[in-house]
């Protein structure tokens, strides 16, 4: 019986000098990421975020850092801030923009502003999703030219990054469908609504008669046969959000070099029909237009009041019919008019929006 105990205590003791430290130790359990509230004005309704992407702390902080990531380009010299600028309203000033290789884009870099809120992305709505869209410029061979695989695997080889995965979406290994998630993360985040004209529908400022005579005339569609006079702007950019994110073809051009939504849907009749942008933050914004053909907020009310080309085809039947007088072919604004729709663009600049530290480049490890 002795010997018989001893053998089992041989092998009680076999067994714990054979097992491994790991075998020993309680299994952590992988942080849980923690869930990040984004600020908005109580005017807006909460924007819809994807179930497969829902916001954290982690995540944000991740994919703000891959936003000023120079390895998410071809030959690590740009990052998507270097074409959205946050002191310009995440734009950067140009017509086109000058990618890796030295080649212009053709057409000019949106600003990125509540785009939580958004259906679709680009001038044409080429993408239905913020995950979607960060693809387009990173893989563009006239932009940042960039495969996304390529770039994870150089980002897995930092000491920074695979740490930042893992506590954004649980895991180590950098995919590119992790990188478009955090960046879309953080481009959610980017919220402007604290202008001058946000805090007088808040009740917190006031806005001149000329600021105040110039929103009324934005707003307003025109009708002479009441005399009322308008600037037919919110037709297009109307709401809070200073877009009704349709596309419409407002008269620049007879010829299309660039068919715009119709190069998207097929569609003959999308031809020359862009996105109408949000105007928040409009002033710090220019050059304007697809192409940045008009350099000023001034050469902008002066297409719409003088310069619409009436034969171009599917023109907007919204820019057609809009005159302050009757049989009118053009807006006819006068010049005061135009003044002051200017001034009041101006109230939609937020220059806390412009200088929000949580959206600038991250600079420490």
Not at 31 to 37: D, E, K, W
Not at 84 to 90: G, P, R, S, T, V
Not at 98 to 119: C, E, H, P, Y
Request: contains cysteine; negative net charge.
């Amino acid at each position: 019986m002795k010997q018989l105990y001893l053998l089992f205590l041989f092998i009680y003791l076999l067994c714990l000098a054979c097992s491994s430290p790991e075998d020993k130790k309680e299994e952590v359990p992988t942080p849980v990421p923690t869930p990040f509230q984004l600020q908005f004005s109580d005017r807006f309704q909460p924007p819809a975020i994807p179930e497969d992407n829902p916001l954290t702390v982690e995540g944000v902080n991740l994919g703000r850092r891959l936003f000023y990531e120079k390895k998410l380009s071809g030959n690590n010299t740009m990052s998507c801030g270097s074409c959205h600028q946050q002191k310009l309203a995440f734009t950067d000033g140009q017509a086109f923009s000058t990618g890796i290789d030295g080649q212009q884009t053709t057409r000019s870099a949106m600003s990125l502003v509540n785009l939580a809120w958004n259906k679709t992305f680009n001038w044409a709505g080429e993408a239905n999703s913020l995950e979607a869209q960060a693809r387009i410029p990173i893989e563009n061979p006239l932009e940042m030219h960039q495969n996304l695989d390529e770039a994870g695997r150089e980002l897995q080889n930092t000491a920074t990054y695979p740490r930042l995965f893992q506590k954004a979406f649980g895991t180590s290994t950098i995919t590119s469908d992790l990188m478009l998630k955090a960046l879309g993360q953080f481009t959610r985040t980017l919220i402007s609504t604290n202008s001058s004209y946000d805090k007088y529908r808040a009740g917190e400022a006031s806005l001149s008669v000329e600021e105040l005579e110039g929103m009324q005339l934005f707003f307003t569609h025109p009708d002479p046969s009441r005399k009322l006079r308008g600037g037919n702007c919110g037709d297009c950019h109307g709401s809070d959000f200073f877009t009704l994110q349709q596309f419409h073809n407002n008269g620049l051009d007879v010829d299309f070099t660039d068919k715009g939504r119709g190069a998207v849907t097929g569609k003959a009749t999308d031809n020359g029909r862009f996105k109408a942008p949000s105007l928040r933050n409009i002033a710090v914004t220019a050059p304007y237009m697809h192409d940045g053909r008009l350099k000023t907020l001034e050469e902008v009310l002066d297409h719409y009041n003088e310069h619409i080309q009436s034969a171009s085809p599917n023109l907007d039947p919204l820019i057609i019919e809009a005159s302050n007088k009757v049989g009118g072919k053009a807006l006819e604004l006068t010049p005061d008019e135009k003044a002051k729709i200017i001034k009041f663009l101006h109230t939609l600049t937020d220059e806390s929006f412009l200088k929000d530290e949580r959206f600038s480049e991250i600079t420490t490890p």
